[in-house]
């Protein structure tokens, strides 16, 4: 089956550590997304990549990096850098669009998200 | 990238009553794409529409996507409980970024 998965499901961290939240998916998509999303709120963009490695800052980059050495994999580190990182994440992938009006792109797949909570 | 501002944040409806939600843009956007996240689940893809005054029905709900391509609505006729969710509208573009969400309270 086609789809995007995210992991782990749950993921606690100490303060002052850097964790990794996986995601990878199998549907051939060049573009894929990271958002952050705080109880009650909007989906906030983190990064994103239109192609393998290739990748642009977001709205709230600062304390998180990224990478992208495969068109499955779109890893996303939350460093000791992010003050505040205790959310929900969610990876998404798509047809990208082509950055002109009248070109968008196709319907983004969400993983299941990771919920991240530091102790 | 394109941005998309959406009102109302909260709706709360008797069941039954219809709700409305919608996405306002300063520029001319390429599409306009609504997703449904349930309480405590992912976004789940509904629709885009891509023509200038373009209106699409599925069963209960009608999307339309304004002539200018500036704005868009999502409408449901007589909400259920289970419509209960956060509604978000999206622009996918050079990036894909979403409204802050219309949030869906229904009272049986």
């Known amino acids: 089956d086609g789809g995007i998965t995210q992991s782990p499901k749950y993921l606690f961290r100490k303060e002052g550590q850097n964790v990794t939240l996986s995601c990878e998916q199998n549907?051939?998509?060049?573009?894929m997304y990271w958002y952050r999303q705080d109880p009650g709120q909007g989906l906030r963009l983190i990064y994103y990549?239109?192609?393998?490695?290739?990748?642009q800052k977001g709205d709230i980059a600062e304390g998180y990096s990224v990478s992208r050495e495969k068109k499955e994999s779109f890893p996303l580190t939350v460093t000791s850098a992010q003050k505040n990182p205790t959310a929900f994440y969610l990876c998404?992938?798509?047809?990208?669009?082509?950055?002109?009006?009248?070109?968008?792109?196709?319907?983004?797949?969400f993983g299941q998200g990771t919920r991240l909570t530091v102790v | 990238g394109q941005q998309v501002m959406q009102i109302p944040q909260y709706q709360h409806v008797q069941e039954g009553e219809d709700f409305t939600t919608y996405c306002n843009s300063s520029?001319?956007?390429?599409?306009i794409q609504w997703y449904k996240q349930r309480p405590g689940g992912h976004p789940v893809f509904l629709i885009q529409?891509?023509?200038?005054?373009e209106v699409k029905k599925q069963k209960r709900l009608t999307f339309q996507f304004g002539e200018a391509k500036k704005n868009s609505s999502l409408h449901i006729t007589a909400t259920q409980t289970t419509d209960v969710g956060t509604y978000f509208c999206?622009?996918?573009?050079?990036?894909?970024?979403f409204g802050a969400g219309t949030r869906l309270t229904v009272k049986p």
């Open positions: 998404a992938s798509s047809i990208p669009g082509q950055g002109r009006v009248g070109v968008g792109g196709t319907e983004a797949f």
């Open positions: 549907l051939n998509h060049d573009a």
């Open positions: 990549s239109q192609i393998v490695n290739d990748f």
């Open positions: 520029t001319t956007l390429s599409n």
């Open positions: 529409l891509v023509k200038s005054g």
């Open positions: 999206a622009v996918n573009n050079n990036d894909m970024r």
